[in-house]
């Protein structure tokens, strides 16, 4: 895409830029290299804030001669509007599934059928990974993207241009002309990496919220949500293996890269798409190709994102036109499945576990079966809309899938199996530990035990607490916890910091040296940074970026006791749920009365950030607010702490600078009324550092 001395090139121009950030063009050109090193190669050349920096100037200057604006400039891929209802749309070609096969002797069958058809001894294929995501077809015309639209039955598809654009690997415009292509139709596959499904999974479990079952629906979930902002959020990716259709244009020449399916994926490259060019190869004869699935079926956990086969397709573009399609299928490609990581089992009773929040949550159990190398024999069901949704009931035949670092999942039942004997599940009306009334609170789809002394969830409170992203001690297992609890050594968490060890040591299976582990480990905890002890608390919605920013905004924890619900909004990704629940944590007297008594005994509650630095800005308070021209809020921030001065939690009395960005809200309105506050921009809290 970018020759060794264009690269060069832009990269000196960003240098100059980031000194001088102007000249529409220029930025537009550097800003759509960097978007390139960083989404399509994975390898940026510049940081996270110099890009911020560029992207701001070119915004301002837009802003400024809104009459420049490209359709493809960087800045356009942001929808300020949502989605109102997807209009359908028909592709240009219609977008055909592919023949599947499962193992040799179907490729080997398949090969044999070509061959006949074509009259060739041996044909030569081109092999790359069959993408598990969603698939997605553009267009692009003079050079633009155009249009953006989902597969739908294969003839029509939904149109979402706009959610399409957040995807930024995906160019916004490529040079196709220089190819010799006035109108172009691309098919490819919109992916979730595994990585960024585990972390939208761990949200959606921290929210309460069944997580998704495979990247797949993840994928193809984000291309039809409302808010295309929303889209940009969830890190997919989109790697384009086809072209369907084209139109040359006026008196150019076509590329003879389009008449092999390598050259395609060859020209897809160098216009700066993601494709399959380095995962593909290029073999003449099945043998070779059933060799090379073999082999990547064994690298298949190594990838970041799915594949569920491989795809194998005749190379030249012109057999694969003699050959055609039926009219489900084109004849010249085939996709090869790996072994599933399925497989069917008996649904034999579902029990009921408690939470740490009292989240009450249906646990299936099945008749043990392996999948992928594991035996499963449990799998949660989440809550009672999922069983309701999949009409699970007891005796069920069930599909069960375990696809790569996934938790298992029922994928259905199989009602066909059904022999009448089947049973429904039923929800308890009461608690299964402490007998309590369970509740199912409004706007939510999981039932509850509200009684925070219910057992079960007092244990599973310890055992967070004690966890790796908490406290942390190890040597401190699940089932020590549980059998402690039963046997009355450990009640609840301070407890932890007041057991009797001799008692334990009398208990089967502790040693001595065991013993001492778990004295050394439960002693240094009490050292943990703040941070780690406010998310082992396990407040709701407080995961550990929040218990992060909550350990800074105090001294010493129980000073949460004294923040209105408006002071802990004022807090970075604070938002009404989070504060309301950190507010009615520390209005609980309770709660307060176990920090106290974790102080007591010795547990750190105090924030550690307040190492004094002397400096510029020692003895003076700042805020930030709304966007700042160049620097990040972080930055900015830190730049204050570095010399020496302190972050305010909010507009009062004590704070002394307010910093303004655009787009400030309330927090201005309330320093405007305290006289005592100076307000500054960007540039002049700069110069405070300067002189
Ligand atoms: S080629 C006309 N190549 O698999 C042939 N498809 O069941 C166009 N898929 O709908 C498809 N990876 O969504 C092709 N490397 C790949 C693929 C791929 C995934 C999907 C695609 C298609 C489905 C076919």
């Not at 020759?3 to 102007?22: C, D």
């Not at 604070?574 to 106290?596: H, P, T, W, Y």
Request: glycine share 6%.
């Amino acid at each position: 895409m970018y020759t060794k001395e264009q690269t060069q090139e832009l990269q000196q121009r960003t240098k100059r830029l980031l000194k001088q950030p102007s000249g529409i063009d220029e930025l537009r050109n550097a800003l759509k290299f960097h978007e390139y090193r960083y989404y399509v190669l994975n390898d940026p050349l510049i940081s996270d804030s110099e890009y911020d920096t560029l992207y701001k100037a070119l915004e301002k200057e837009e802003a400024a001669h809104p009459e420049l604006i490209t359709i493809d400039s960087p800045t356009q891929r942001v929808g300020n509007s949502l989605n109102k209802e997807f209009v359908t749309v028909q592709h240009l070609v219609p977008m055909l599934s592919l023949e599947n096969s499962y193992d040799e002797d179907d490729l080997i069958d398949w090969d044999r059928k070509a061959k006949g058809f074509i009259k060739a001894d041996v044909i030569e294929y081109s092999a790359e990974p069959k993408f598990d995501g969603a698939s997605i077809s553009l267009i692009y015309e003079n050079d633009i993207l155009i249009r953006a639209a989902t597969r739908g039955d294969g003839a029509e598809g939904d149109e979402i241009t706009t959610n399409i654009k957040q995807i930024k690997s995906i160019p916004l415009s490529a040079k196709f002309s220089e190819y010799g292509i006035r109108q172009i139709e691309l098919r490819g596959e919109v992916l979730m990496t595994k990585e960024n499904f585990a972390k939208y999974n761990e949200y959606m479990v921290s929210e309460g919220l069944p997580p998704l079952a495979n990247p797949r629906n993840a994928a193809s979930g984000s291309l039809r949500m409302k808010d295309p902002r929303s889209v940009g959020k969830r890190g997919l990716e989109a790697i384009f293996y086809h072209v369907s259709a084209y139109t040359k244009g006026t008196e150019t020449k076509l590329t003879p890269l389009l008449n092999t399916h390598s050259g395609t994926l060859e020209m897809l490259w160098a216009l700066g798409f993601k494709s399959p060019l380095k995962q593909k190869k290029v073999i003449k004869g099945i043998e070779g190709v059933v060799a090379f699935c073999h082999q990547f079926e064994k690298q298949r956990e190594e990838l970041p994102y799915e594949i569920d086969g491989m795809v194998i397709k005749v190379n030249k573009v012109e057999l694969q036109q003699r050959m055609g399609s039926t009219t489900h299928h084109p004849r010249w490609a085939i996709a090869y499945k790996f072994k599933a990581r399925q497989a069917t089992s008996k649904l034999r009773k579902v029990e009921f576990q408690v939470g740490r929040t009292g989240s009450i949550t249906p646990v299936a159990k099945i008749d043990p079966v392996p999948i992928g190398g594991v035996t499963v024999a449990s799998v949660s069901l989440f809550n009672p809309d999922v069983i309701e949704e999949k009409d699970l009931r007891i005796g069920d035949t069930v599909m069960v899938e375990r696809a790569g670092d996934v938790i298992p999942y029922i994928v259905k039942s199989l009602p066909e199996l059904r022999d009448g004997t089947e049973r429904p599940i039923v929800f308890p009306k009461n608690c299964p530990v402490c007998g309590d009334g369970l509740i199912r609170p409004e706007g939510e789809a999981v039932i509850r035990c509200v009684n925070i002394n219910c057992q079960a969830q007092v244990v599973e409170r310890i055992i967070h607490f004690v966890s790796k992203d908490a406290m942390d001690i190890k040597s401190f297992g699940e089932a020590n916890i549980r059998k402690f609890y039963d046997l009355g050594i450990l009640k609840d968490i301070p407890g932890i910091y007041t057991l009797n060890f001799e008692k334990i040591a009398t208990l089967e299976g502790f040693g001595q040296k065991s013993v001492e582990n778990l004295k050394s480990a439960i002693e240094q905890s009490k050292s943990q940074p703040l941070h780690r002890l406010i998310f082992g608390m396990g407040i709701r919605y407080v995961g550990e970026t929040t218990a992060k920013t909550l350990a800074t905004a105090v001294d010493d924890l129980v000073d949460f006791k004294k923040f209105t619900m408006e002071e802990l909004q004022q807090l970075e990704d604070v938002g009404v749920k989070v504060a309301a629940s950190v507010f009615q944590f520390f209005q609980l007297r309770d709660n307060i009365q176990m920090i106290e008594h974790l102080r007591q005994l010795g547990v750190n509650i105090k924030s550690s950030k307040k190492e004094v630095t002397v400096g510029k800005l020692t003895g003076s308070s700042f805020l930030f607010t709304g966007t700042l021209p160049t620097l990040k809020r972080s930055e900015a921030e830190k730049m204050v702490e570095d010399n020496g001065g302190t972050i305010s939690t909010g507009v009062n009395n004590k704070l002394q600078y307010l910093v303004v960005g655009e787009d400030a809200g309330s927090k201005l309105d309330k320093a405007k009324k305290i006289t005592s506050i100076k307000i500054l921009t960007e540039s002049e809290f700069l110069n405070m550092l300067q002189t």
